[in-house]
């Protein structure tokens, strides 16, 4: 009798998760893309795929590796939140995380919910249930010298527990050559499984991006760590307690071969406990955590309990309370709700109403060398907490049958102030009075012949008041393409992808201040703006067997005029093309 047992007859052991809340789709303003989609899709990066999120604005400060970021319904400073397996990574130099410094290199799904008031990233680590260990590869190139490099292993046997490591590369040198730019990290994620009702689970992640001597410093590195022990109670009640930490620092070049250290931005860190239960077509989960570092809040709970069901629809509410110190508390309240389908039709809404606050918001940056540790530069701001409110309600009706699906919603958004990003292509931005603003969204997807053709669109209204516009609010935002989706062979061992579409908006301002003209009142606050934003693209994107080979183009009408911020230009055309390959060994 063999005194060990046969790796494959060892039992796969997964840490229990908690509940993930209302259904996806565009009803709900929920998107998801599972561990498929992302072999398929054409980004490149976070925030090529928040692009495909509708209603969402970009605001990027150049090409890969600049400082970017998304918004949604004009929500700029403290309403973006990037959720990593269950834990937020903090805003670390400004009222938002950079994008820039978030890869797809480890991560098997995303979900992103789009509300009212915020926009919430949820980034999922590659889970694998099977004995045989997966890897998938990534590597492409194009113009402008743009590659990409991302290879993920994970074992789910691996150490007495399960194992992931990622390695993550994307760099370029950017429109006219002027833009370069490099983005490289790692991820490592090791789990202990105590048995099916829960474990311990350690994970790190460090990106840098390197950014030429666009924004000062040069280069930026941050790093991520997490710990946290789940264990599943009984009853579909799910506890876990967690400890978390990040650290942001930089280094500026300041001769050839030379560098300067940059003083340490304040690192920001977390322990909390989560509770959850959850049955069938219910859940509740709350979650408390005290957080140490300047510039966010002390406490945050939050809250969240749902019912769904395929006969009577659903119902959400969620609540999120911040304890500050220096501006007390805030607290907001979400509540949204579906209808099951009728025939095809259904209805949904969603309102909220509450206040939450700014991480940073950095008026310049003041650097002077470090008097206790000469050859060291302190980058410093004046940070002024800011507290902003928001009510609103989205509500609209939807038709999905036979392929087509169709929808509309009416909006509106109050707010009193308006608060930029904070990032370093607006931390020179100013917070503006608020106001109110109503608008209508549609979208739809029809399927054409022959089978497989369909087309996809969206269009976002908001009203139009002469000199009350809202900073990072184009009027209109539009998106279509046409795409192509067909498996060949009995084996299914041919697929093939295409799409090629546009994305556009209206001019819109930036929270920049304008030189006044001589005729312009004294008093008068006048912001900068950028022109209209238009961008074609094509994405092809075939697999044999777990090998997907992959053409994309962006901006196919070579149009040099494209910007998110005065003076910034985007890249023309550019194309890239590549492989991604999933292997089982």
Do not use: C
């Amino acid at each position: 009798v063999p005194d060990s047992l046969a790796t494959d007859t060892v039992p796969i052991v997964i840490l229990p998760v908690f509940a993930e809340g209302k259904p996806a789709g565009w009803g709900n303003g929920v998107w998801e893309w599972g561990p498929e989609d992302l072999l398929t899709t054409r980004a490149m990066s976070v925030l090529e795929l928040l692009d495909q999120v509708p209603g969402l604005v970009l605001h990027r400060g150049g090409d890969y590796a600049q400082p970017v970021a998304v918004s949604g319904f004009g929500g700029a400073g403290g309403r973006l939140r990037i959720i990593w397996d269950g834990i937020e990574l903090p805003a670390m130099e400004s009222g938002v995380p950079d994008l820039a410094r978030i890869g797809l290199g480890g991560v098997g799904r995303v979900r992103v919910t789009r509300r009212l008031g915020e926009t919430r990233v949820e980034l999922f680590t590659r889970i694998w249930n099977e004995h045989r260990p997966y890897s998938v590869i990534e590597a492409g190139t194009g113009d402008l010298d743009t590659n990409v490099f991302r290879g993920t292993f994970v074992d789910a046997q691996r150490l007495r527990g399960s194992l992931g490591v990622s390695l993550d590369r994307l760099d370029t040198d950017g429109p006219d050559r002027s833009q370069p730019g490099t983005i490289s990290g790692a991820w490592l994620r090791y789990a202990l499984h105590f048995s099916d009702r829960g474990g311990f689970q350690v994970q790190y992640r460090r990106m840098t991006s390197r950014r030429g001597d666009i924004y000062f410093p040069d280069r930026l590195t941050q790093t991520d760590w997490a710990a946290r022990l789940r264990y599943q109670l009984g009853f579909g009640l799910l506890s876990e307690a967690y400890v978390a930490s990040s650290g942001l620092k930089g280094d500026e070049e300041i001769a050839e071969g030379d560098t300067t250290q940059i003083g340490r931005i304040p690192g920001r860190s977390q322990v909390g406990l989560r509770l959850g239960w959850q049955g069938s077509g219910f859940w509740i989960d709350g979650d408390y955590r005290r957080q140490g570092g300047r510039g966010w809040p002390e406490q945050v709970l939050e809250a969240r309990a749902g019912v769904d069901g395929r006969r009577w629809g659903g119902l959400e509410g969620t609540f999120r309370s911040e304890t500050w110190t220096d501006t007390g508390g805030t607290g907001v309240l979400r509540l949204s709700a579906w209808s099951p389908d009728l025939f095809g039709f259904s209805v949904f809404g969603e309102w909220e109403d509450g206040s939450t606050g700014v991480p940073d918001i950095g008026y310049g940056r003041t650097r002077y060398d470090d008097p206790l540790d000469p050859g060291t530069i302190i980058v410093d701001s004046v940070t002024v907490p800011h507290v902003t409110e928001r009510s609103g309600y989205r509500v609209g009706a939807r038709f999905a049958r036979g392929g087509i699906d169709l929808g509309a919603a009416r909006l509106r958004i109050e707010s009193d102030s308006l608060v930029p990003l904070g990032l370093p292509m607006d931390a020179e931005g100013v917070v503006l009075p608020g106001g109110e603003r109503q608008g209508w969204e549609a979208y739809g997807t029809l399927p054409l012949w022959p089978r497989g053709v369909g087309i996809a669109g969206g269009l976002e209204i908001w009203d139009e008041i002469e000199g009350e516009e809202w900073r990072y609010l184009p009027r209109r935002s539009w998106r279509g393409e046409l795409r192509f989706h067909r498996t060949f062979l009995p084996s299914g061992n041919l697929e093939v992808r295409a799409a090629v579409g546009v994305r556009g908006r209206d001019g819109m301002q930036v929270p920049l201040i304008q030189e006044p003209d001589v005729d312009d009142p004294p008093d008068a606050i006048l912001l900068q703006s950028v022109p209209y934003y238009q961008s074609w693209f094509f994405h092809l994107n075939i697999r044999i067997l777990t090998v997907r080979a992959f053409l994309r183009a962006e901006n196919l009408a070579n149009r040099l005029e494209n910007q998110d911020y005065p003076g910034v230009m985007l890249t023309g055309l550019r194309t890239m093309y590549g492989i991604r390959w999933t292997l089982f060994n």
